[in-house]
């Protein structure tokens, strides 16, 4: 089988999305399928077929995309900065699909709505079309509404975004969710067809996440303090303002920690600023990105993730396979995959009072945190196993082709009548 996997998004800043692409294609690739990846250049200078280097540069079509999309004829895509920037980036995205062709696939996966709206706008007579949407859009624009992208057309912002979040999990033969939560606001909110939906987790390379566990850590822990650790985007949907706010309070009361954040984002600075305003310099140390997620955590205590919108995190899927308590927020998808006082604790969204509550509990109380540790390791090695989820992405793809075979001969059929 020839499978194109596709996403809008810059593919080496894809950060979770990109991680399971990867891993996708090798797995698919080790069965006997013949796998590409399409998406945007990191600076978003062009598309291109990644393993091919087949690409389109972005400065060849933008005179052209000026000169259709101006304002003149397209006022509405102006009057807001978003929706102009989405939709030159979309038409480019859909010109560069076609130009680098996609005939010759048997089945394209894409990852987002926004690429599944691109593709099946230019997609050939042949391939299937499945999408595996790794979270709501719409709903993550709809914060972004109410502060960086605040202004006065936000209104008409979101109803661009609610109407893409409604093509794109409806254009493809089957949507793939990797949990209830999302289902339920495609479904109710957005109107797709229960019957198009399917739900199952993704699947993880386990072994050899375990294996990179035992590598060097190039960050030294301490032998006195406990390692609590958060890793993740440095963005404010993922509640890292909360995190610190939390050490604060557990600063006042004890000394017997520190916490590691270990990512990169447009908050970085702030969060920097807000942890110097707490005093907690010493006591919380940023490392940026890095490629040792597997042996940092190996060397921590307790995993954080405080998001205030979340669908499901590669960043928990890993922390549970290294056998460590989890502490999240009750946000989206995440209470699937943490059950609260099993694997983990829960704390509400937001709530900074009630993650140092957590915090200290574990800090507090050895054996409850091993416990946890060891339930979680227990049931995110066999719960997230990549061949299962594999299996599944690939019954989906045999149940695309047959279904938009079915519906070709159906529309043959009714031209003869």
């Given at each position: 089988?020839?499978?194109?996997?596709?996403?809008?998004?810059?593919?080496?800043?894809?950060?979770?999305?990109?991680?399971?692409?990867?891993?996708?294609?090798?797995?698919?690739?080790?069965?006997?399928?013949?796998?590409?990846?399409?998406?945007?250049?990191?600076?978003?200078?062009?598309?291109?077929?990644?393993?091919?280097?087949?690409?389109?540069?972005?400065?060849?079509?933008?005179?052209?995309?000026?000169?259709?999309?101006?304002?003149?004829?397209?006022?509405?895509?102006?009057?807001?900065?978003?929706?102009?920037?989405?939709?030159?980036?979309?038409?480019?995205?859909?010109?560069?699909?076609?130009?680098?062709?996609?005939?010759?696939?048997?089945?394209?996966?894409?990852?987002?709505?926004?690429?599944?709206?691109?593709?099946?706008?230019?997609?050939?007579?042949?391939?299937?079309?499945?999408?595996?949407?790794?979270?709501?859009?719409?709903?993550?624009?709809?914060?972004?509404?109410?502060?960086?992208?605040?202004?006065?057309?936000?209104?008409?912002?979101?109803?661009?975004?609610?109407?893409?979040?409604?093509?794109?999990?409806?254009?493809?033969?089957?949507?793939?969710?990797?949990?209830?939560?999302?289902?339920?606001?495609?479904?109710?909110?957005?109107?797709?067809?229960?019957?198009?939906?399917?739900?199952?987790?993704?699947?993880?390379?386990?072994?050899?996440?375990?294996?990179?566990?035992?590598?060097?850590?190039?960050?030294?822990?301490?032998?006195?303090?406990?390692?609590?650790?958060?890793?993740?985007?440095?963005?404010?949907?993922?509640?890292?303002?909360?995190?610190?706010?939390?050490?604060?309070?557990?600063?006042?009361?004890?000394?017997?920690?520190?916490?590691?954040?270990?990512?990169?984002?447009?908050?970085?600075?702030?969060?920097?600023?807000?942890?110097?305003?707490?005093?907690?310099?010493?006591?919380?140390?940023?490392?940026?990105?890095?490629?040792?997620?597997?042996?940092?955590?190996?060397?921590?205590?307790?995993?954080?993730?405080?998001?205030?919108?979340?669908?499901?995190?590669?960043?928990?899927?890993?922390?549970?396979?290294?056998?460590?308590?989890?502490?999240?927020?009750?946000?989206?998808?995440?209470?699937?995959?943490?059950?609260?006082q099993v694997t983990g604790l829960i704390s509400p969204a937001g709530d900074s009072e009630a993650l140092y509550q957590n915090l200290n509990l574990l800090l507090d109380d050895e054996k409850l945190r091993k416990t946890l540790g060891n339930n979680a390791s227990k049931w995110g090695r066999n719960h997230w196993a990549l061949d299962k989820g594999v299996s599944n992405v690939l019954d989906v793809y045999h149940s695309a082709i047959s279904k938009l075979r079915k519906d070709e001969e159906n529309v043959s059929a009714n031209r003869l009548h």
């Amino acid at each position: 089988m020839k499978i194109l996997l596709a996403t809008y998004w810059a593919i080496p800043h894809v950060g979770g999305v990109w991680g399971y692409m990867k891993q996708l294609k090798e797995k698919l690739v080790s069965l006997g399928h013949e796998v590409d990846l399409l998406g945007y250049s990191e600076n978003n200078e062009y598309v291109y077929i990644v393993n091919e280097d087949r690409r389109l540069e972005k400065d060849k079509v933008l005179p052209l995309l000026n000169a259709k999309l101006n304002e003149q004829v397209y006022p509405a895509i102006h009057i807001n900065s978003l929706i102009k920037s989405t939709e030159f980036q979309r038409y480019f995205f859909e010109l560069a699909a076609a130009y680098l062709g996609l005939d010759k696939y048997d089945v394209i996966h894409t990852q987002d709505v926004i690429s599944t709206a691109s593709i099946q706008r230019v997609r050939p007579k042949g391939p299937a079309l499945v999408a595996i949407l790794h979270g709501c859009v719409a709903h993550e624009i709809r914060h972004q509404l109410t502060t960086i992208h605040k202004s006065p057309t936000s209104h008409m912002a979101r109803a661009y975004f609610d109407e893409l979040e409604c093509t794109g999990a409806s254009s493809a033969e089957y949507t793939i969710v990797a949990n209830n939560w999302l289902k339920n606001i495609l479904t109710n909110e957005f109107l797709v067809p229960d019957e198009q939906i399917k739900v199952f987790h993704y699947g993880y390379d386990v072994e050899n996440f375990v294996k990179r566990m035992k590598e060097k850590s190039p960050v030294k822990r301490p032998t006195d303090k406990k390692v609590i650790i958060f890793t993740g985007r440095l963005v404010e949907l993922k509640g890292v303002h909360h995190l610190i706010s939390a050490l604060g309070q557990l600063k006042e009361s004890r000394n017997d920690w520190v916490c590691w954040i270990v990512g990169d984002g447009d908050k970085k600075a702030e969060l920097r600023v807000q942890t110097k305003a707490l005093g907690l310099e010493e006591d919380v140390l940023f490392f940026g990105s890095r490629d040792v997620i597997p042996a940092l955590l190996a060397n921590s205590d307790i995993y954080v993730l405080p998001s205030l919108l979340e669908n499901q995190p590669l960043s928990v899927v890993e922390a549970q396979i290294a056998g460590m308590p989890v502490i999240v927020s009750d946000a989206g998808g995440l209470p699937e995959i943490v059950e609260h006082q099993v694997t983990g604790l829960i704390s509400p969204a937001g709530d900074s009072e009630a993650l140092y509550q957590n915090l200290n509990l574990l800090l507090d109380d050895e054996k409850l945190r091993k416990t946890l540790g060891n339930n979680a390791s227990k049931w995110g090695r066999n719960h997230w196993a990549l061949d299962k989820g594999v299996s599944n992405v690939l019954d989906v793809y045999h149940s695309a082709i047959s279904k938009l075979r079915k519906d070709e001969e159906n529309v043959s059929a009714n031209r003869l009548h």
